[in-house]
């Protein structure tokens, strides 16, 4: 192994760059023989090629942050780019109250599971946030099996943005009781900065956007930078108030939504960030994976790996089926939105690296390197598990969207509540 990573050292950068392509071309088409979505095959590339085994890449390389970073950005875009708004709007109180049901029960898993392993109150917090927000790294699994504007898959997308949101407000306050101590004006100004950004960008970015669609006509390279615009200025302004940049991302794609519908610098954009940008999220993710202290922490903290992935598997499927029996969907349907909702990478490695850098004035992280390697399996478990279950879901409800809710499971769904 030493020789190899001294032979990867010396690599010039075009073939470090040759050697991951070649990679990221191969075991997808590999993967899919074997039933592996994308995203789990780009992941294994990030493993193999990342630092703790080849060494064909750099763990903390700039450029490929970057465009890692960008990736994550424009897979919450797509999302926000495919929602109908029509479905959306038809099921926006559903869509709230199963985003409360998905992040209160694995909040609550979390929560009851590190206090049982000994952890604080605001760490045992912390980690329930992390198990509450998810992920929508599987949609475009649902979205080329033509099943992305079915009320169903409206109400998971939409629940997305509330769970991500409460759970980036804990990570938040949490941070705050651990560095300062508790301060509940703090956390007032959070809520209020997070309702009035979601507002601005939303209904603010949406004049603006047709308006320059209307100026631009025809000039599809110019659409292209004002879409890239959109979402890096999105993704700033959230982050100036804390928030994650994919909140931001998302609420961008919900604005431009409509004025880019069938154009052609939207196509253009999709297929680089699914070709190139998003696929190098996945990588980059895959650097993270350490496999020996994984296996470390399989053997020294299993009890505690399993109640953390138990809990999150068990607490989302619960709220899926309380949800979908609710309002009756089929058990097809409930379980491609337990699938969507699995899947814990972008916010919830952030989140948790967020918390292993807190140290308090005393010198104690709010979540330490066990608790942090913990995650990290829950993240690797549930980027495979998640879209696997997707896709086979997928499969079954694959066909036309229901224009007015037409299929049984929908019907009730496509109601305005």
């Known amino acids: 192994m030493a020789t190899i990573l001294q032979f990867a050292d010396n690599l010039p950068p075009l073939a470090r760059l040759a050697a991951i392509?070649?990679?990221?071309?191969?075991?997808?088409?590999?993967?899919?023989?074997?039933?592996?979505?994308?995203?789990?095959s780009f992941i294994l590339v990030g493993v193999m090629v990342g630092p703790h085994l080849l060494g064909i890449a750099p763990q903390h390389g700039e450029v490929?942050?970057?465009?890692?970073?960008?990736?994550?950005?424009?897979?919450?875009f797509f999302v926000g780019l495919e929602v109908d708004f029509e479905q959306f709007t038809a099921n926006r109180g559903r869509a709230g109250l199963f985003g409360l049901l998905t992040f209160?029960?694995?909040?609550?898993?979390?929560?009851?599971?590190?206090?049982a392993f000994g952890y604080p109150v605001i760490s045992a917090i912390l980690v329930g946030s992390l198990l509450a927000s998810h992920t929508l790294i599987a949609f475009p699994i649902v979205s080329a099996a033509g099943l992305g504007r079915r009320p169903a898959v409206a109400i998971t997308v939409g629940a997305t943005v509330l769970t991500d949101m409460l759970s980036l407000l804990v990570l938040a306050g949490c941070l705050a009781a651990h560095l300062r101590g508790f301060d509940p004006l703090a956390l007032a100004i959070q809520v209020a900065e997070?309702?009035?950004?979601?507002?601005i960008v939303v209904f603010g970015l949406s004049a603006p956007a047709r308006w320059l669609a209307a100026r631009l006509g025809d000039n599809q390279e110019a659409r292209f930078a004002v879409l890239l615009m959109v979402v890096s200025i999105a993704?700033?302004?959230?982050?100036?108030?804390?928030?994650?940049?994919?909140?931001?991302?998302?609420?961008a794609g919900l604005a431009v939504?409509?004025?880019v519908t069938g154009t052609e610098a939207r196509r253009h954009l999709e297929f680089i960030g699914r070709a190139f940008f998003i696929p190098a999220f996945f990588v980059v993710t895959g650097f993270l994976v350490d496999l020996t202290v994984l296996g470390r922490t399989l053997l020294t903290g299993l009890p505690l790996v399993i109640a953390i992935v138990g809990g999150l598997i068990a607490s989302k499927w619960l709220a899926a089926e309380i949800a979908g029996r609710a309002w009756r969907v089929s058990a097809d349907e409930r379980g491609l939105i337990a699938s969507l909702t699995l899947p814990q990478v972008a916010a919830t490695l952030a989140a948790a690296l967020v918390g292993y850098d807190a140290v308090n004035a005393a010198g104690v992280r709010l979540l330490d390197e066990k608790m942090l390697n913990t995650v990290l399996v829950l993240v690797v478990v549930t980027s495979v598990v998640g879209p696997i279950l997707t896709e086979r879901y997928a499969r079954r409800l694959a066909g036309p969207a229901p224009a007015s809710g037409a299929a049984p499971g929908d019907a009730v769904l496509s109601d305005a509540a």
């Open 64 to 76: 490929l942050d970057f465009f890692a970073e960008l990736g994550k950005l424009l897979l919450m």
């Open 21 to 40: 392509l070649a990679l990221v071309a191969a075991v997808p088409f590999l993967g899919r023989k074997m039933m592996l979505p994308d995203c789990v």
């Open 194 to 199: 997070l309702v009035a950004f979601a507002g």
């Open 235 to 251: 993704a700033t302004l959230a982050e100036a108030i804390n928030l994650e940049g994919i909140i931001g991302a998302f609420l």
């Open 104 to 115: 209160a029960l694995p909040m609550a898993a979390g929560t009851a599971a590190a206090a």
């Open 257 to 259: 939504n409509r004025s």
